[in-house]
């Protein structure tokens, strides 16, 4: 499974920028696709993750309390590219942004879990 991301830059505090994600390779073995960020001298946390539900219906969100309502995570319902629009950025969402994918293999024995990781895309926010 490759990922790109996109999207990333520099932008004055208030702005907005959308970050793109594309796993190619992965089909329907992915399950869930992600936003992470890491600050410098910070451990890397999770932005917001997309779900896919049993139902195969891309549902499910969830987002780290502090992007609640300004950040938005959705997916192209034709394609494993997945979209983090940050609307009011603040200059603490200044970081390196990582797009995830989360692959489930079913097996015989059960299942294998894998995730795939981008090369990153730098978000920096001016005051």
């Known amino acids: 499974v490759q990922v790109v991301e996109s999207g990333g830059g520099l932008v004055q505090v208030g702005g907005s920028l959308r970050l793109s994600c594309v796993a190619s390779g992965g089909g329907s073995n992915i399950a869930a696709m992600g936003w992470y960020r890491q600050a410098p001298g910070k451990e890397r946390e999770l932005v917001a993750r997309?779900?896919?539900?049993?139902?195969?219906?891309?549902?499910?969100?969830s987002y780290l309390d502090s992007v609640k309502g300004r950040f938005t995570i959705s997916k192209d319902a034709a394609a494993n590219t997945v979209y983090l629009q940050m609307n009011n950025l603040k200059p603490e969402d200044t970081a390196v942004y990582y797009c995830?994918?989360?692959?489930?293999?079913?097996?015989?024995?059960?299942?294998?879990?894998?995730?795939?990781w981008g090369q990153g895309t730098q978000v920096t926010v001016s005051s």
């Open positions: 995830n994918a989360h692959v489930v293999v079913y097996i015989i024995e059960g299942s294998s879990e894998f995730d795939y």
């Open positions: 997309i779900t896919r539900g049993s139902d195969t219906s891309w549902a499910y969100t």
